[in-house]
């Protein structure tokens, strides 16, 4: 029997700079375990007189993470915090009751040619933590847990699996990992895994219950602890997931909370600008129309 519960194509959506491949939410998958946004940005090629410029916005009720393939982003936050992110790097920020940030093509790439290609996710905080004080850490590529299996090349790049624990620091059981292989290998990894499980195949392709997966899908597992295919030659894939909350969670724009109460707190002082802000940055992004596709469910 297949442990393959849902396969989630990647759904183009246009974040103001160029499309974006988007994962999660989904109508019929809202989250998986704590993970309850996902989009694959690029690859795209921008040219010398174009560049990622996005302003100022906030976020509550999360931990945002920035993992790239390629390409560089200027972080800036109202925590202060003014970091480059480059490939392989963790950008992990946390939200709680509020903070402000934006992301740009640093200065010395914007009048050159370059490339952008990564992985922009949103995990949600435990209902204890929703309205923590903001936080912000950046991790070091050679900082991150790496082993090899059987030519299997491994990275954690957050949470805790396979007796291992990434420094980025996480607020519930969580995991969320790199796999590599330059040879066809059968894996079996669910005894490592725990709680919902989703596979993302960034390239080259896998098998499962005599059926191959490619880019572009993102594949939700029935029990993680049942995670088992073959990874074909010169792939790569990210496993995901981890213990789900108790509560549901409802999302509106860059907005994640329990209640609605506390996403309409959010929206109004957005409206008002009372949001803290963030040092050397003028504008911002307007909070969308209520017609977004981000409104929740009551």
């Not at 914007?110 to 905080?125: E, M, T």
């Not at 309205?131 to 990275?155: A, I, Y």
């Amino acid at each position: 029997m297949s442990n393959i519960n849902l396969i989630i194509e990647e759904r183009p959506s246009d974040i103001g700079n160029f499309l974006v491949g988007r994962l999660l939410p989904f109508k019929d998958k809202r989250t998986v375990g704590p993970f309850a946004f996902i989009d694959h940005m690029g690859p795209v090629a921008l040219k010398d007189n174009e560049n990622m410029d996005v302003g100022p916005h906030p976020h509550i009720g999360l931990s945002t993470l920035t993992y790239l393939f390629e390409g560089s982003i200027m972080h800036k936050d109202t925590l202060g915090s003014e970091v480059e992110i480059k490939p392989g790097q963790v950008n992990w920020m946390t939200a709680g009751k509020g903070i402000v940030h934006s992301e740009r093509t640093p200065d010395y790439l914007r009048h050159s040619d370059k490339s952008l290609h990564g992985l922009q996710i949103w995990v949600a905080l435990p209902k204890e933590f929703e309205q923590m004080d903001p936080s912000f850490v950046h991790v070091e590529e050679d900082q991150l847990p790496t082993w090899q299996e059987n030519g299997v090349d491994f990275k954690l790049i957050a949470g805790e699996a396979f007796g291992k624990k990434s420094p980025v620091p996480v607020y519930s059981k969580l995991y969320f990992i790199e796999i590599k292989s330059k040879t066809k290998q059968k894996l079996s990894i669910g005894k490592n895994l725990y709680g919902e499980s989703g596979l993302y195949i960034l390239e080259g392709s896998i098998e499962s219950d005599e059926n191959t997966f490619e880019p572009k899908q993102l594949l939700v597992a029935k029990e993680a602890s049942l995670c088992e295919f073959t990874i074909n030659e010169n792939s790569t894939v990210y496993i995901f997931g981890g213990e789900p909350f108790p509560e549901p969670r409802h999302i509106y724009w860059n907005f994640v909370a329990t209640s609605y109460e506390l996403i309409e707190d959010a929206k109004q002082r957005w409206l008002d600008q009372t949001f803290p802000k963030i040092e050397g940055e003028t504008g911002f992004v307007p909070l969308p129309p209520q017609n977004t596709n981000f409104k929740p469910k009551h």
